[in-house]
DNA sequence: GTAATCATTGACACCGGTGACAAGGATCGT
DNA sequence: ACGATCCTTGTCACCGGTGTCAATGATTAC
């Protein structure tokens, strides 16, 4: 220790009397050492504050221990819950999270991204939708030689590399709850095309219209882009129709609560005069009034297995679930029709 | 280049058949260096794909390029506005974002904080509020040599480690619009106590009224946590007064949006009955219906100032402004009291 | 024409850790 | 008592860059 900035182990190994690989083995917690030494040089650590450096760490294991979030997502909740996942999984280790978003828009997309993994070689990325179902991201991953996870909606039984929800079984089970309920015009505020997400979900619309031998009538499939307005538009559309449906199902929580304002603003009651279910169970869900039935996104949990498929060992990887499940939240937006 | 992995300077070096310290030079973009061999070695690192090794760079440098968002807010539209700003800033450079959320009520919140920083050793760290009043951290920053700037309302003028918005003056506006819209009795509903953001919210509130020679009336005031549901109860007291006001503002969108749902669940029309005002302009505030007249609190400005401060050399920290402007934004919540 | 100066480039140690392997001492079996 | 074996510990090179300073060759000054 020269007096100045932080003791590196080679001030500990000196100060301790012995070698600077001993020193490493006591912070590895290295099996082959004596008791003896082993607690000498705890001791002295501690005395000194040593704390090592994990850049050095990283070179010289050609590993850091850095997880990355990669994302073109701009829905807030959903960000802040893949961070909090991420976290859980890493809480107490070395691991540290970085958020990265890219603009799949821009032409220098995947040059951006191939930057940010050569330059900083993060020990593992979670891909997070809608730019996990990039077949080229993943191209890219491999080719760069990083760790990946993709969280996404996209079938796939290759359980080390993915986490999904099973989004369409929840949403059939959420339409059936509605038709039990008596609905058989139901509206849809789809997502945005060509992501897959909203496949799933729509599909699990579908099928529970079909299973239950409800016509798919068009003009209750309504575009929609995941955003509030998308939905008040939508909304809008729908209630428009000379035969209203009685119940909207909308692929995200934003759409639905657009919808739900949109509704109430033409003079229809909710439930009473129109139902909605939404997608996501959003904060935000259980604030409205009245709260909105929905169906709950397990993203914190999906994130926080992505980590621990990254942070394990690879071979492991495959042993943590990759499908977890999205349940129906039943809330006040859902009634009978009149 | 031995065929397998990445290739190193070293590689280049041997390539290009010249030393390392010149392909070192080359990157670095050093001036003393002949044309020639500049373009010669640049051809071989475009041909060879060549990125420099972020961590060995990072050893010998002894500074990494990780930029640290550091925070205990559970407000996910702000940790992203955050991360935005942040990102706007560091967009085209080396630099990254990590994001580390910390647990305040936790009694080994400090030494988190510190292992943190010793283990991470960011170039940089961001203290997000309300964690960034926390005096304890900033010592911390400086204890451990780390930059720091705080996102706060303190009152400072540390330019170079503080990145403020003019709360209390664009809080005093925003009253004084409400006054000058008629209104005399205006409820407040606060932020957590001990927070410093309430207390300049709070304060310019005050002063306004003060200065209009409104009395300030303890049953008006009342205790709130930023959170939705402390809205919708400070609102049903508010209403439930014998002689109710005829606008509230509230420290936050959230609790805005609270106290207007429960002013209509009451049969209060919006604006009509009561006129409501909130801080932050969260993109909620313009989906509500009737939209939120709020005061917008430039998050991404701030965090894409402060991460100027942390990338730029240390004294030129202080050039950048680190006073930035809440303005008010005038929706459909606000009119004369009947 | 030669010394002085400048622009380029290289040699080498170092940043703070780790892996491979060797060496030293204690313990064991015979 | 002796070598074989095991347990601990140390030596040394290396990870992939950068700083310092010296060496080289070209240019300039006189």
């Known amino acids: 220790m020269k007096g100045e900035g932080k003791p590196t182990i080679n001030d500990v190994a000196a100060a301790a009397k012995v070698s600077k690989k001993t020193v490493s083995r006591v912070i590895n917690k290295s099996p082959l050492l004596s008791e003896k030494t082993r607690e000498k040089v705890e001791a002295v650590i501690r005395e000194m504050g040593f704390v090592p450096n994990l850049q050095a ?21 959903f960000l802040v819950n893949v961070q909090q996942g991420v976290m859980e999984a890493i809480a107490g280790s070395e ?10 828009n821009s032409a220098s997309f ?23 179902s990039d077949e080229n991201l993943v191209a890219l991953c491999r080719e760069t030689g990083t760790r990946y996870v993709r ?22 089970q959420a339409t059936e709850y509605l038709i039990a309920s008596g609905h058989r015009r139901i509206g849809l505020i789809d997502g945005p095309v060509g992501f897959t997400s909203p496949q799933e979900r729509r599909g699990g619309f579908e099928e529970a219209l079909v299973a ?5 009538l068009p003009e209750l499939f309504r575009p929609g882009a995941y955003t509030f307005e998308s939905g008040v538009e939508a909304a809008r559309d729908l209630i428009a129709l000379a035969d209203p449906p009685t119940a909207i199902f ?19 009651r909710i439930p009473q005069d129109i139902s909605v279910v939404g997608f996501d169970d959003t904060p935000l869900s259980s604030h409205v009034w009245p709260s909105l039935t929905t169906v709950r996104w397990p993203i914190v949990e999906m994130a926080r297995v992505a980590a621990l498929k990254l942070i394990g060992p690879p071979e492991a990887a495959a042993e943590h679930p990759w499908l977890l499940p999205s349940t129906l939240v039943k809330r006040e937006s859902v009634t009978p029709p009149a």
């Open 57 to 77: 760490r990283a070179l010289a294991l050609r590993r850091n221990f850095i997880i990355a979030a990669i994302h073109d997502n701009p829905n807030a909740q």
């Open 95 to 104: 691991f540290a999270l970085m958020v990265q978003p890219f603009d799949r």
């Open 110 to 132: 995947e040059d951006d991204v191939r930057a940010f993994l050569e330059r900083q070689r993060p020990h593992g990325v979670v891909l997070l939708p809608p730019l996990s």
């Open 151 to 172: 969280m996404s909606s996209i079938k796939n039984d290759d359980a080390a590399h993915i986490v999904s929800s099973n989004d369409r079984e929840a949403v059939r």
């Open 212 to 216: 239950a031998g409800i016509p798919l």
């Open 250 to 268: 909308a692929c995200n929580d934003e759409m639905a609560i657009g919808a739900m304002i949109t509704c109430r603003r033409n003079g229809l």
